[in-house]
């Protein structure tokens, strides 16, 4: 086991992603501390999925290590990553189709962990009131807003210490984006920790402590929103469209 290089809750090192003999990460490098949220910016193709997915263990070839609560996870399957108190919200949100809002978050639970804010169905329909009114509707007959919250929720249930959330606003109307910017910092105001992959600048400003920005795979830009709001000429470099 290599020596831990941070004291923070997510490290991720030197992170080396492949797809067959295609090289998609290069040593991307960054932390997640206790109780923050960071965006991972970047335009469509530039690698943020498949930093989580390589998080995760969800890449065949990968190098590098990550560490999660003090723990080396690189070597360990999804599952036990997950158990760790890693929560996934993948961008195609993979809900259960068939099963109604309340099946689909019996799905997700997980017993309380220390540390981690806990959570039950009804705190999570106070967190995203529309799947209240919606608790024994099958999840196929949801919008796209809705489904993506009740991804979010069933993730929730889980009881993670931090969660990765993958492209929350992407082809939401204005208002559920806004409803979910709320959510997250509701969250966050609760103790989890949050890593989002985001291509809307202005959603990661309402929510978001500090940015990694991510081109063709390589880690761009490493700061806080506001030194990242004091170089246009990296937004205009690797954000603009």
């Known amino acids: 086991m290599t020596e831990r290089p941070r004291t923070s809750q997510l490290d991720v090192v030197q992170l080396n992603a492949f797809y067959g003999q295609a090289h998609i990460l290069f040593d991307v490098d960054f932390s997640v501390h206790t ?22 263990a969800m890449v065949a070839r990968r190098t590098g290590t ?4 003090a723990e080396e996870v690189t070597g360990l399957p999804t599952y036990e990553i997950a158990r760790r ?7 195609n949100r993979r809900i259960f189709s068939d099963l109604t809002v309340e099946e689909n978050l019996m799905v997700g639970r997980q017993p309380p962990r220390a540390g981690a804010p806990t959570w039950e169905p009804e705190k999570l329909y106070t967190l995203f009131p529309n799947l209240a009114e919606m608790r024994k509707r099958p999840g196929g007959r949801m919008s796209g807003g809705e489904q ?52 809307n600048l202005h959603f990661a400003r309402l929510i978001s402590d500090r940015a ?30």
């Open 148 to 199: 993506q919250m009740l991804t979010i929720a069933r993730t929730l249930m889980g009881n993670p210490s931090l969660v990765l959330l993958d492209e929350p606003s992407e082809g939401l109307a204005p208002k559920i984006v806004e409803q979910m910017a709320t959510a997250i910092l509701a969250m966050k105001k609760e103790g989890l920790s949050i890593l989002l992959s985001e291509q």
């Open 35 to 56: 109780g923050e949220v960071v965006a991972l910016l970047g335009r469509n193709g530039a690698g943020k999925s498949t930093t989580f997915l390589s998080i995760m």
């Open 85 to 91: 108190g890693l929560g996934f919200v993948p961008e």
């Open 212 to 241: 990694v920005i991510i081109e063709k795979g390589r880690v761009q830009f490493t700061g806080t929103l506001a030194e990242l709001e004091a170089r246009p000429d990296v937004r205009d470099a690797y954000l603009a469209v």
């Open 66 to 69: 990550v560490w999660f609560d």
